[in-house]
């Protein structure tokens, strides 16, 4: 947890007197907490969250009692536990502009928050939003815009402990063909040029398919993905090798005549919180990207 959201969401809380603070993320579907004081609650879907109108009112929201408002009868946190009465929260924004998350509080009582706590939900965002700008310059590569190698290893790291038993987990390596000859061809501009068009590629592919994309250094890249079937994953895999090579960016010194890429995947299941089997599905993904390499680059090799 991070160490500013526990501080924000107790220091809330000791103002409010709300029985609950939270700073929760959003996703295109749900809603996930994260440094909850006072509550212990799964994903809740966007829809039936209370998170969601605050969103839609781009400021600081406040409701005095939701047992009054019919808006409020299906949302997740009022029909069950902990049967939250008043609320009140102001949307999170990332370093892009846009709306991320929020930071909220609630409690079992009605009329519990009024617009006399603006003040201290506002300095509270604040600090939250400066925690995710500083954040997000740490665990960027500075050129691509991807994950660095440092972020993108620990973010898959926690995605595998939080994710179910059974469930599918694949990663992939993928490595621009003849990049040390693309350089030495067309010079080191043009290299960070086609870096950063390639990363392109593989973050509208990690994007559509929910998958972690990060640059592990020089020209290569990583994904690891979550949930997804083999099959699925070997044809989002497949798009990106397409779309790399539909960038057309010219490449003299490569037999296709542009640039390419090889990746190699591996997939497993998840079986407990196993860092070696982790490690080993990285260990293979990177066995299947020399296997493309030696079998003539520009292709998708699985195990």
Not at 135 to 144: E, F, G
Not at 174 to 197: M, P, S
Request: proline share 3%.
């Amino acid at each position: 947890m991070r160490e500013c959201f526990r501080h924000a969401t107790a220091i809330l809380k000791s103002v409010t007197q709300g029985s609950i603070s939270a700073i929760l993320l959003l996703d295109a579907e749900h809603q996930h907490y994260r440094a909850e004081v006072g509550l212990s609650v799964l994903p809740i879907p966007r829809r039936q969250s209370l998170c969601n109108y605050a969103v839609q009112a781009n400021d600081l929201f406040i409701v005095d009692d939701t047992r009054s408002d019919a808006r409020f009868s299906d949302c997740t946190l009022v029909k069950s536990a902990p049967y939250a009465r008043s609320y009140a929260a102001i949307p999170l924004r990332g370093p892009d502009g846009g709306i991320v998350g929020a930071l909220c509080a609630m409690d079992t009582l009605p009329g519990r928050f009024t617009h006399a706590h603006a003040d201290v939900f506002r300095h509270l965002s604040a600090m939250i939003e400066n925690d995710l700008r500083l954040r997000t310059a740490s665990a960027t590569d500075p050129l691509t815009q991807l994950f660095n190698r440092r972020y993108m290893l620990e973010s898959i790291r926690r995605t595998w402990d939080d994710a179910a038993d059974g469930v599918e987990m694949g990663a992939a390596m993928v490595d621009i063909d003849w990049f040390k000859q693309y350089n030495d061809t067309y010079g080191h501009q043009a290299g960070d040029a086609c870096l950063r068009e390639v990363a392109n590629v593989l973050r509208a592919v990690a994007e559509e398919h929910k998958m972690i994309a990060g640059r592990l250094g020089g020209e290569e890249f990583g994904l690891s993905q979550c949930g997804l079937q083999r099959l699925a994953f070997e044809a989002a895999l497949e798009d990106l090798r397409a779309g790399v090579m539909n960038l057309a960016i010219e490449h003299r010194q490569s037999p296709t005549g542009v640039v390419t890429v090889s990746i190699g995947a591996a997939v497993t299941q998840r079986i407990g919180s196993n860092d070696l089997a982790r490690q080993t599905t990285f260990e293979s993904a990177d066995r299947a990207l020399y296997r493309a390499k030696a079998k003539g680059r520009n292709r998708v090799v699985m195990f």
